[in-house]
């Protein structure tokens, strides 16, 4: 039941900025909770890429950067590089469902 | 450092029953939410449902409520994600992880595929 929608593909050149958003509602986004976003590299895990909106953990370069407005969210590439080229995923909290929900998900390609 | 890792891929039959696990070392097992997440090959990522070892106080998403059951035995640092009657629906990759008091989830343990096929 992804309640927070995302584009289902981007794509851009070597070194471009691409952006990826996140839509929610008033009961998640827009109620105020925060937003994480995760990389899944094809067939391994998901890695934590942003947390609590805009921060990075540790060893995630800052290429990779992140906002979130009223209802809404984006995760910002700078650089593209070739690598980068696989699925993101935000998630939050969603008062209504009283539970966790993911984003639809997007696939990034490097053109 | 926080390491999750999870039991091995299974395959069953529709109606059997299954537990799986979630080993986790590196931090306070008791004191943190533990998650599990679903994910059907090829597709998006789905929040299951959260237990707080210490109490084993725990959460389902309404899409798993009655379809699955979150354990955590504190005494060995695992959680476990159960089903009593698997349907061929139950078909996906379940990953385990830990909650951080901000709301994310981190790390993953590496996940267990399930498989239910006649």
């Known amino acids: 039941q992804s309640v927070l929608t995302q584009p289902s593909s981007v794509s851009g050149a070597p070194g471009q900025r691409i952006t990826i958003s996140c839509t929610g509602s008033s009961s998640n986004i827009g109620d105020g909770f925060d937003v994480h976003w995760y990389q899944q590299l094809p067939g391994t895990v998901p890695k934590l890429l942003i947390y609590n909106n805009s921060s990075r953990p540790s060893g995630v370069p800052d290429r990779f950067s992140a906002s979130r407005s009223g209802t809404s969210a984006s995760l910002a590439i700078t650089g593209l590089r070739a690598e980068d080229e696989t699925d993101y995923y935000c998630q939050s909290y969603d008062s209504s469902l009283s539970g966790f929900v993911f984003g639809t998900g997007t696939k990034v390609t490097v053109l | 450092e926080v390491h999750l890792v999870q039991s091995g891929a299974e395959v069953k039959r529709p109606g059997e029953s299954l537990k799986i696990s979630c080993e986790t070392s590196g931090y306070n097992f008791a004191t943190h939410w533990i998650g599990w997440v679903r994910q059907v090959p090829g597709k998006g990522l789905e929040w299951v449902g959260i237990?707080?070892?210490?109490?084993?106080?725990?959460r389902y998403s309404p899409s798993f409520e009655g379809q699955v059951t979150i354990s955590a035995d504190t005494s060995v640092g695992v959680a476990f994600l159960q089903w009593t009657s698997l349907k061929t629906s139950d078909t996906a990759i379940y990953f385990c992880a830990r909650h951080w008091e901000g709301d994310w989830f981190d790390p993953w343990g590496q996940g267990t595929l399930v498989t239910v096929s006649s």
């Open positions: 237990i707080y070892p210490g109490d084993s106080d725990t």
